[in-house]
């Protein structure tokens, strides 16, 4: 699947060897036929030709009408980057004028003769069943047909308006349910459990009876709340079932390992479904696409016609898969020289039972259909200790039982909110002995790669060296933030300079600089659109983005209570890419998300001397943690 950055680094490596396999044989092929040393040949444009010229052969007659069946060699050899013609160069991308002319094909825009057009009627309440539904109320609406599996209800009509206005008329009668604890209350509830399991991550040294005797230690609680996906466009599918097989068309990121989900869903064998992608709503992780795929298919089943499910907005906000709320405790201790006597990070984070496909679709729960249930939340517990050095180092996680509402893995899954703990902490440190935080950082790094991101992010930014907060205290600040994805993949340094109302507590993000080190960069344009992207959705998930509840159910469920960035706050955005041909190419989806709660922060912090732990940074927030003033 298209997850955890690793479509270039595992998919696109595997197809390089495979190329290089297919032409290392093209190669040998041709030199029987050209009676010329495969040393002295080269595969070019399609054709094998010898390398001082002379007669060539193309790569079809080469082949045949015999087929071309190899197994990867991986000792194929790869060409020298040096010779590379398109990698490393800007492409442009070939979608782009479809999209821009409104005439690509999204899974929105799908059609199949005799479809239906459907709307899913939820519940008021998280896990409310549902005792009785009136037909006759939506009997108004011509061509409009109820649909009924145990607690999955919904309308479906021939004519998407039609669906829409019986679903608004029809009549239903639900339990009471109120299951939930309500936003205000998820950190609290996270210290109570229940748990699964406690587990030390990471351990050097004796952290505990090094802070234990040291009066200066420093404590500090960071927490990161249920958030999102915030798709532009709500989820949508279409499905087809007939003749005991099914075809569903979806924008799931793992097509192919959802098919015993959905055979599992409407009883078929898993050779008897394909789901067939299309490009929907992006939302780097799992939004609400792969629920709406399974209520088409319901509904396909049902009714024997093709049927289309688009949610709409209060379905995407109240309904999709979040992503969880993390709790992290830090304590630590800085020598005045810089350098981390001392560490210490607890995390509390709710623990994924179950990987794709055992994922809780709202469909089958609602129908009552017996598929296995888990908490899909990706690995959350990545990068949750300093990429300095420590000499003394514990990293340890409560696994929770339960996330408050259904999770899901979100971009750069648990590494932001690590991150934002993590080198915000590392910055509270520097502020209690009056460090320059860039210097301190560079000090304690023991990476070359994150050495030069870093210095290059702060040169891009005009960094001087000094204590923060800023002494001009004119409401100006910058911040800088550091880190080496799952400590094992892609490098950023990011600065960032802000201005904050004192009065206000509004944030202002005027520039962001970014240094981006993932190896072998394969198309630069594309790379630094996917790292502009990574900032500006990680500053709107920091700055305004949380999901509200009551013991019943989301209240945030439209862009008013639930906003997003607008354009008019996307600040002027630097890329430093740094290329590396000659080293594996590793991710750019995720990486550059990771380090903006935390530069941000710090940028705050410096700007007017407020410590910002727990997101988003509302305007109440920064007011409240702005230092007292005399009397």
Not at 482 to 502: D, L, N, R
């Amino acid at each position: 699947p298209t997850a955890g950055s690793t479509g270039v680094a595992k998919g696109g490596v595997q197809i390089r060897q495979a190329a290089a396999t297919a032409r290392q044989a093209l190669i040998q092929l041709a030199a029987a036929r050209l009676e010329r040393p495969a040393e002295e040949l080269d595969l070019m444009d399609g054709e094998v030709r010898p390398q001082d010229g002379g007669r060539t052969i193309a790569m079809g007659d080469l082949v045949g009408e015999r087929g071309f069946e190899l197994k990867l060699d991986p000792k194929a050899p790869l060409r020298d980057p040096a010779s590379y013609r398109l990698v490393g160069k800007p492409l442009p991308r070939p979608d782009i004028p479809a999209k821009v002319t409104g005439t690509h094909t999204y899974v929105h825009d799908f059609k199949l003769p005799g479809m239906l057009h459907a709307r899913v009627i939820r519940p008021p309440a998280v896990g409310a069943v549902l005792p009785s539904v009136f037909e006759s109320s939506i009997r108004s609406v011509k061509d409009a047909k109820l649909v009924r599996i145990r607690n999955f209800l919904a309308v479906v009509a021939p004519r998407e308006w039609d669906a829409i206005r019986a679903a608004s008329l029809l009549k239903a009668v639900w339990s009471d349910s109120a299951p939930l604890m309500g936003h205000d209350k998820v950190a609290a509830a996270m210290k109570a459990g229940p748990f699964v399991a406690e587990e030390i991550l990471k351990t050097k040294g004796d952290a505990a009876a090094k802070l234990a005797d040291d009066e200066s230690a420093l404590s500090a609680e960071y927490y990161w709340p249920v958030q999102s996906h915030g798709s532009l466009g709500p989820s949508c599918a279409v499905a087809q079932v007939k003749d005991g097989a099914a075809t569903i068309w979806t924008s799931s990121q793992a097509t192919h390992r959802f098919r015993p989900a959905f055979a599992a869903l409407l009883g078929l064998a898993a050779d008897k479904v394909r789901l067939i992608y299309l490009d929907g709503s992006g939302c780097y992780g799992m939004n609400g696409h792969d629920d709406a795929a399974a209520d088409a298919a319901l509904l396909a089943k049902a009714t024997g016609k093709p049927v289309r499910v688009a949610w709409s907005r209060d379905d995407e906000l109240g309904w999709d898969p979040k992503g969880p709320p993390q709790l992290l405790a830090l304590k630590g201790s800085m020598s005045a020289a810089g350098g981390i006597t001392a560490w210490m990070t607890e995390m509390w984070l709710p623990r994924a039972t179950a990987n794709l496909p055992n994922v809780p679709l709202l469909a089958a729960d609602a129908a009552g259909i017996g598929q296995p249930q888990g908490q899909i939340t990706g690995l959350i517990s990545q990068n949750g200790d300093p990429p300095y050095f420590a000499a003394n180092l514990e990293v340890k996680v409560h696994w929770l039982e339960h996330a408050p509402l259904r999770p899901s893995n979100i971009r750069a899954p648990g590494k932001i909110a690590n991150t934002f703990a993590v080198e915000g902490f590392f910055d509270e440190l520097c502020a209690v002995e009056k460090l320059d935080p860039l210097v301190a950082r560079l000090q304690g790094m023991r990476d070359l790669r994150g050495l030069t991101v870093l210095t290059k992010a702060a040169a891009l930014l005009g960094w001087h060296p000094r204590p923060a907060p800023n002494p001009a205290a004119d409401g100006t600040g910058r911040g800088i933030a550091y880190v080496h994805y799952k400590h094992s993949e892609t490098y950023v340094g990011m600065a960032m300079e802000v201005v904050v109302g004192k009065e206000t507590g509004r944030i202002s993000v005027r520039r962001v600089a970014c240094s981006h080190d993932c190896g072998q960069v394969v198309n630069p344009d594309a790379l630094k659109m996917q790292i502009e992207g990574a900032i500006i959705q990680t500053l709107s998930r920091t700055l305004s983005e949380e999901v509200t509840f009551d013991t019943r159910r989301v209240t945030s469920t439209d862009q008013a209570s639930y906003p997003i960035i607008g354009f008019k706050d996307i600040p002027e955005i630097i890329v430093d890419l740094i290329d590396r041909p000659d080293q594996p190419p590793m991710g750019g989806g995720e990486a550059a998300a990771t380090p903006v709660p935390a530069a941000l922060a710090n940028a705050v912090f410096d700007a007017v001397g407020a410590r910002l732990r727990v997101v988003p940074f509302t305007a109440e927030r920064v007011k409240e943690a702005l230092p007292s003033r005399a009397p």
